[in-house]
């Protein structure tokens, strides 16, 4: 939600004499200013206050109250839930603006609202300010406010202010992106529960799921002016199913670089393990991510934060982020990973939940040739000196992640006794594997089966197709 239209939800919400409302953010004294000026300009009398008194006297007025601790809401809670009964048009409305603070369980019923983080133009301008006259390059103001993206006001101005004393230190002032991006990346982790991923993971990497890649690549424009003026509207997510191994976190990381976006990976078992309250993590985690895109977020193995059996909070944080899916406006698009089908609940396999569900099946024989082939290059070695096809007859039934391990098997094997890598040490580390298939055959069956009806085919293999057959 852009800010405009956040203080125009305010202030109806203030007109249809809500009493008490509940803003989450980082940026309290910039908000409070915010919505007095807002308010005072559709000549709503207000005023921001530390120590607040509300009795009938005030009757119409808005207070503005920035609440430093969760101490001082709970000396006022007999006030404040007399406002709560008291849903009339001439009762005082109260405006609690705290930062990062829980909500007592007595203010259940107010509704808690978040704070949208600034768009580009807000942290062009704010960035601006800060720089002062390192600001008139404006190649490095746009840089700077597009790396910024996901990011409160505090801290944008304090990440800035830690550049500004370093570079004036080194009297280095170039590279300001990539202190930028650190910094960010150490917010993001202590704070919201998402990690920025760096990894240089392609579309070329991912062995064989052709008609995955085809998908991704059809969709790579998809997020332009050009494709919304066409009537296009931007994908929305993909669920990503299949058997250990098979290249389902490879395809996340490959979809960010293949489309040029920033991987935010949302962690949800330190969501679960905060010491803050859960609901908001999930909700700052979900605001950044809007306020980041375009950008990939990738939730991986979700089967085992939302199990069917999910406990009331996990329910309800399963809820936020169906919504989040379901409503958001931003062009963020979600990638969930799940190995375990029997734990997805219902809700999250419904239609329009995601754009596609694709299954990642264990790799075919030409698929296991290009693994083969994609290993060997990442270890400087050329796949034309190896016989890709007796290795990928030797691995039948193996993952990609089995495939991988034969190599790095082999290296060792082939370093042990100071000789070349050849394809007999690869072919004899295969035989010293025993592959997931083989173990688990019946639960694979049974997740194909299941996938045959309910999911798209990565891969359209012959073979695959006359099995469902």
Known sequence: ????????????????????????????????????????????????????????????????????????????????????????????????VPRSLHKPTFLDPVPLLDAPLPDW?????????????????????????????????????????????EARETQNFDDWEKRV?????????????????DDPATIQDLGGADDLKQWLQLRASAFTQDAQNFGIQPPRGLLLVGI?????SLAAKAIANTWKFPLLQLDMSAIFSTAQ?????????????????????WCDEIEKAFAQDADPTTRRLLGHILNWMQERRSTAFFVATANDISNLPAELMRKGRFDEIFFLDLPTDSARRDIFAIHLR????????FDLAKLAQATQNFSGAEIEQTIIAALFSAFSKRSTLTTDHILDAAHDIVPLYKQREHEIKQLREWASERTRMASADERLLSYFS
């Not at 859960?278 to 977020?297: E, F, G, H, K, Y």
């Open 1 to 96: 939600m852009e800010e405009s239209e956040f203080l125009s939800a305010i202030c109806v919400r203030i007109q249809a004499a809500e009493p008490v409302l509940w803003i989450q953010t980082d940026d309290d004294a910039w908000l409070a200013m915010t919505i007095k000026n807002a308010l005072t300009a559709k000549q709503i009398p207000c005023e921001i206050t530390e120590a607040p008194s509300w009795d009938a006297s005030n009757a119409r007025r808005v207070f503005i109250w920035q609440p430093p601790t969760a101490a001082d809401i709970l000396a006022h809670e007999r006030d404040l839930a007399r406002l709560l009964r008291q849903m009339r048009a001439q009762t005082t409305c109260v405006i609690l």
């Open 121 to 165: 133009n807000a942290r062009r301008t704010l960035i601006s300010l800060a720089l002062g006259s390192l600001a008139k390059d404006p190649r490095r103001l746009e840089r700077i406010a597009a790396v910024s993206a996901g990011l409160s006001r505090v801290q944008i101005s304090r990440i800035l202010a830690r550049c500004l004393v």
């Open 181 to 197: 991006v650190q910094e960010k990346r150490q917010l993001l982790a202590d704070n919201l529960s998402l990690d920025v991923i």
């Open 244 to 248: 250990q191994g098979c290249g389902k």
């Open 277 to 297: 309250a859960p609901d908001a993590v999930l909700r700052q985690a979900l605001a950044v991510a809007d306020a980041m895109s375009p950008a990939v977020i």
């Open 378 to 385: 990442k270890r400087k070695r050329d796949p034309n000196q």
